[in-house]
């Protein structure tokens, strides 16, 4: 929700990066408040995934340009671990599965350093298995997942679950969803947008990395960015995704220069 | 020259070697092969790669050269031919039986190597005899110093058999050895199903010696159905050797019924990122057969893929080997491979010897592999004795439902079906 | 390979120290004479001599094993010495009488020798290079009928036994090093739990080799009779050499019916340094005989020395009902090559093997599994399950796998599973995501990896290890 008092939380000016040498990223903009919610949408390769990993720090890209501050702060001198740390959240699109490392025990390392940083107690075992069950709930999620290897074998689903799960233990400021729509059934999806839902709140903020719509019929924006090339070419109000469900993206950049550069939601 | 081998049993069957006429490749390449048989020397059950195999029964047996080629009829080969491959070669005792065969010529090109050889020197040159590497196996050299003739399947650029080509190698008289030949080269974007038949029109002991080369180029597509259903009495020995490029794409498919003993090495080799290899096998034994398959998957570039099923059933006092290896070159990333060994034991005497490999030089790989041996599961046959079935009805389908999963894949109808009326019959008996 | 990794490989071998003692140290060399020696000097009686010489003579015929995935140069058998012992001043009679530098040298290496140490609750035999020098908790045992002593004393106490046992289990002639070792064995362990006794604390033998070129040969016998069931661990270091020192034991376990033998061993050898000089060949013989019905050997590993390892601890089941086990780690690093293993070979009925190999790669080391499981014809109802996982850090490195499984009998069944994994920059990222930084998520997988393997291990040993994998990774990973 757009608010009169709101901090800002992030501030993306200029961002270019590079994977492999190739410049992914080409001048982005955004700015992020809290209270907001953000779907950034946009065709397959235009950069919208990129931009969520550089944001978190991903070491095979390269930042060639612009700055980023984290509520206030210059994000890019913080290690990937430090940005979790700060409150920075990104929901991969495709979890990593870590054979051998019970869940449980994954969760409650993260809870525990990110609480550390945070000058707050950590919690034992048993303290942690009831604030986990509790936070569960909330994802109707089955209890016996917690003795299961971190995202091994579990179903698409179950792993965009353990995702939200993460973001409900670890409070973040800004979580950046990627993607968390995809591969999920509709009633995987509503329980994963009511997640959301349920976080958000007018501290933070969450901003949605979606190829489609539908999401943003469970989780209502404030501003749809379309990004292209690397740019956030267009910014609008949550019509902007439904336009972009009846017309596709082409007619977008059949313009271009039009809304070039000023993309920024401030 | 010739030298003579101090092995015995090679040297025997060398001296019935027509010496290479001239210097044309194929001569040299023969003489490389003769050379190269004079150096080595039958393998034993000490060498690593024959640990489970003697070939004490093979060397028994003395062998000839085949003299006169049998002369067979339509008649004769009516029982193995294809209705859905028209084009077909066929090879009695390894000689080229023209009468018998339908050639085709153009894109897709198949033809006697000796017929084609005018035309094709050059290919043939290049290609015979490069991926079927003979310097340490005394079998391949040997199959190579009598090549003179074979099958060929040359595959134009972007070129489609419409219908599958059937290779047919009969066996006819006894106490002989032949040599059989192929050389399948699939030019870039090609596609094709090869049917390699190797069958018997004689309960006799003979030794069939046979060498195959698959080259595909980029992007291209080979169905491979190589069917070895040699008499009873009969020896086989045989090397697949396949490289696959770019984006190429091969499915080889050995199913191995026939033969007191045999052997088949296959080695798949990724030459280029992102080719894909597809290995199914099934061997079936009973009596005091022998099946040995030795596979290798060879990964040296990224991405490649792999993905192989090998079955043994195995009844009264036979033999089943199988040795998978599977290898990740040094810089072969984002490999994926897996691998599965399935045996099945019908009888007290029956034995099988697995060996599922795995030598990884890459780290960013995604390999397994798995390996079970035992009897048909307890609960199967009980759930369909609950449905009726006796005991013996139950067992013989849930084995046929075991061997019939690798002849599902098989794309050629007639052949499938008659290779699904063999296992019925067998698990019948069993 | 990012720098989280990179630092986690490479942390100094810990126990690379040379103790400065006196020792009696024979010539180099191998003859017959020698053999005459050894024996002489531990006044054995003329049918061990006539062991060894038998031994000598069948090695002698005898050509090392090729097959194993490992390379080095030949061994020159000449230029080891074969015996070598700190020089005793007079015969001890208690603990503390021992050399003050031995006891120096074992509580630097963390070994408890005097029994009031906090590791109470575990005997200990200390062999240092060819002999024995230390057993703890001897008395102690003996009230409940066990015996725990050095193999050369146990010759002369309990000839019986050892004329019996010795050799039981791996023939003289079994392999090439088994048969060096049954020629030139100087000390090792023996233990024999008798019927019906559970021992009440955890055995173990902590092996040193201090003198440079001296060779260690020990050998270890371990009989548990019916109902006995007894836990034993071995542990072992070596000095840093630029050379490299040959290590072949011998280890016989016998479990007759309903008895229980646990073996663990953490192997710390010294495995030469980030460029492959020096370090221990650790060419080692173990095997259990499961001879008793429902009797159980089960063998716990975790690998982390050596320059080479060749070992395959293996159970042959015998006895109706029997079970195998094995549960190994091994991790190679630098230049380190290990070719290791099990075999469970299946004899009588019913009886059940699990195999848990984990190999973990980095540098340039090439680290195989090897294993058999063969069913023979009488084993009807015969189990295996086995299940080798590998993990590479960085792409210098090997990992492979070579299962060979045999079955003679219908009714066996066989399962093997084989997998690879790896740590790499996107599990490191998603860690990172987390809050997590990279020693700590390295740490965590390979815990999570050699999970198995390490909750079969006692207590301490388990901490130890997790310790040890931590120290030899660090610097690799990242």
Known sequence: MIREDSKTLLEVRGLRATVNGIEILKGMDLTVKSGEVHAIMGPNGSGKSTFAKVLAGHPAYVVTGGTVLFEGKDLFVLAPEARARAGLFLGFQYPIEIPGVANSQFLRLAYNTVQTGRGRDELDPLEFDDFVREKMKLLEMNPDFLDRSVNEGFSGGEKKRNEILQMALLEPRVAILDETDSGLDIDALRIVAGGVNQLANKDNAVVLVTHYQRLLNYIEPDYVHVTEAGRIIKTGPKALALELESRGYDWLSEKPGAEHGAGAAA | MMKVADNKFLADLLAGHVPADGGDALGRLRARAVERVGALTVPTTRDEDWRFTDLAPLTRISYQPVRAATALTAADIAPFVLTEAPARLVFVDGIYAPQLSTPASGAVLLSSLAAALPAQSALVENELGRMAAFENNAFTALNTAFVNDGALVLLARGATAAQPLHLLFIATQKEVAGYPRCLVVAAAGSSATVIEDYVALTPDAYLTNAVGEFVLADDARLNHVRVQRESAAGFHIGHTAVSIAHGSRYHGINIGFGARLSRHNVEVVQTAEGGECELGGLAMVDGSQLADTHTTIDHTKPHGASRQQHKCIVGGSARAVFNGRIVVRQGAQLTNSSQSSRNLLLSDRARIDTKPQLEIFADDVKCAHGATVGQLDADEVFYLKSRGLSEATARSLLTYAFGAEILRDIPVASLRQRLEQTVLARTEIA | MSSVLQNLVNKPYEHGFVTDIESDTAAKGLSEDTI???????????????????????????????????????????????????????????????????????????????????????????????????????????????????????????????????????????????????????????????????????????????????????????????????????????????????????????????????????????????????????????????????????????????????????????????????????????????????????????????????????????????????????????????????????????????????????????????????????????????????????????????????????????????????????????
Not at chain 3, 151 to 180: C, M
């Open chain 3, 36 to 478: 005459r020696m050894i024996s002489g000097k531990k006044k054995e009686p003329q049918w061990l001599l006539d062991f060894r010489l038998k031994a000598y003579q069948r090695w002698l015929t005898m050509t090392p094993p090729q097959w194993p995935n490992v390379k080095y140069p030949p061994i020159d058998f000449q230029a080891i010495s074969y015996y070598s012992a700190p020089k005793a001043k007079k015969k001890l009679a208690s603990m503390d009488e021992v050399d003050p530098e031995l006891l120096k040298t074992f509580e630097k290496l963390g070994v408890p020798m005097n029994e009031r140490a906090k590791l109470a609750g575990v005997a200990v035999d200390v062999i240092f290079d060819s002999v024995s020098v230390a057993t703890t908790y001897k008395a102690k045992l003996a009230e409940v009928g066990i015996i725990f002593c050095s193999i050369s004393e146990a010759v002369h106490e309990h000839p019986e036994l050892i004329k019996k046992y010795l050799g039981s289990v791996v023939p003289i002639g079994d392999n090439f090093y088994a048969a060096l070792n049954s020629a030139v064995f100087t000390d090792g362990s023996f233990c024999f739990i008798p019927k019906g006794v559970k021992c009440p604390m955890d055995l173990s033998t902590y092996f040193r080799i201090n003198t440079e070129e001296s060779g260690q040969f020990e050998r270890t016998l371990i009989i548990a009779e019916d109902g006995a069931s007894v836990s034993y661990l071995e542990g072992c270091t070596a000095p840093k050499f630029d050379t490299n020192q040959l290590h072949a034991a011998v280890v016989e376990l016998v479990a007759l019916d309903n008895a229980d033998i646990k073996y663990s061993t953490v192997q710390n050898w010294y495995a030469g340094d980030e460029n492959g000089v020096g370090g221990i060949y650790n060419f080692v013989t173990k095997r259990g005989l499961c001879k008793g019905i429902n009797s159980r050997i089960s063998w716990t590993q975790v690998e982390t020395g050596s320059a080479i390892t060749w070992k395959y601890p293996s159970c042959i089941l015998r006895g109706e009902n029997s079970v195998g086990e094995f549960y190994s780690v091994a991790l190679t690093n630098h230049y380190q090559q290990a070719d290791t293993g099990t075999k469970m070979i299946h004899l009588g009925k019913n009886t059940r093997s699990k195999i848990v190999a984990k190999g973990i790669s980095a540098g340039h080391s090439n680290n195989s599994y090897r294993g058999l499981v063969r069913i023979a014809p009488s084993a009807t109802g015969a189990r295996n399950y086995s299940q080798c996982d590998s993990m590479l850090i960085g792409d210098q490195c090997g990992a492979n796998t070579f299962p060979y499984i045999q079955v003679s009998n219908p009714g066996a069944k066989v399962e093997h599973e084989a997998s690879t994994s790896k740590i790499g920059e996107d599990q490191l990222f998603y860690f990172a995501q987390r809050g997590i930084g990279g020693e700590e998520a390295v740490s965590m997988i390979i815990n999570g990896f050699c999970k198995d393997v390490f909750q079969q291990l006692p207590m301490e040993f388990a901490v130890e290890a997790t310790k040890l994998l931590g120290v030899k990774l660090e610097g690799s990973v990242g």
